[in-house]
């Protein structure tokens, strides 16, 4: 995985690799070998080129926060395969679309009524299907439509839950 971290006026590109154990990771093309664990206080420990840091991560829209004994530091993170998709993502295919079950189950609650607006990953409604809930998320903003379901119906693979345009 490659990212480009920013930190004010410095940008650097950083290739993530590992296989069992062996990590590794590029820094502007220098390789350099490490090891992370996060601890069980949300904290999380990193041996980096033989030094040990400590520090804790909050992320946020476009990066995160990496706040350690030597203060804090914003950094805006951009994952190239992220850029290139998220915005495809969140448009959606044109037009009406008709969601399906992709499982069979249950219905448990339907979470929205036609002519609602909902906006990309918003749930839709809750489908249980092997003793487990699953949420059954918008894949893109729009309008409902229809509802083809009601609470405590069953549905099979393929059947037609809603649609939204």
């Known amino acids: 995985m490659i990212l ?7 940008r650097v590109t950083v290739e ?12 502007n093309g220098s390789e350099v070998l490490y090891d992370w664990i996060r601890l069980p206080d949300g904290h999380c420990s990193l041996i980096l080129d ?10 946020n ?13 914003v950094l805006g993170i951009a994952d190239s395969r992220r850029l290139m998709h998220v915005r495809d ?26 002519g609602d607006e909902v ?10 299907a092997m003793k487990m809930q699953n949420e059954i998320r918008a894949p893109k903003s729009g309008k409902i439509r229809e509802i ?13 839950l809603l649609s939204l345009d």
Do not use: W
């Open 16 to 27: 993530l690799a590992g296989d069992a154990g062996a990590r590794k990771v590029s820094l």
């Open 148 to 160: 083809g379901i009601r609470p405590g119906m069953a549905v099979g693979t393929g059947e037609f």
């Open 61 to 73: 829209d476009g990066g995160c926060s990496v706040t350690g004994r030597d203060g804090s530091l």
């Open 119 to 128: 906006a990309y990953d918003q749930g839709l409604l809750v489908l249980e």
């Open 50 to 59: 033989g030094r040990v840091y400590d520090f804790i991560i909050e992320f």
């Open 4 to 10: 480009q971290i920013d930190h004010e006026n410095h």
């Open 89 to 114: 993502v969140e448009e959606g295919q044109a037009g009406l679309q008709r969601i399906s079950a992709e499982m069979p189950g249950k219905v448990v609650r339907i979470l929205v009524r036609v």
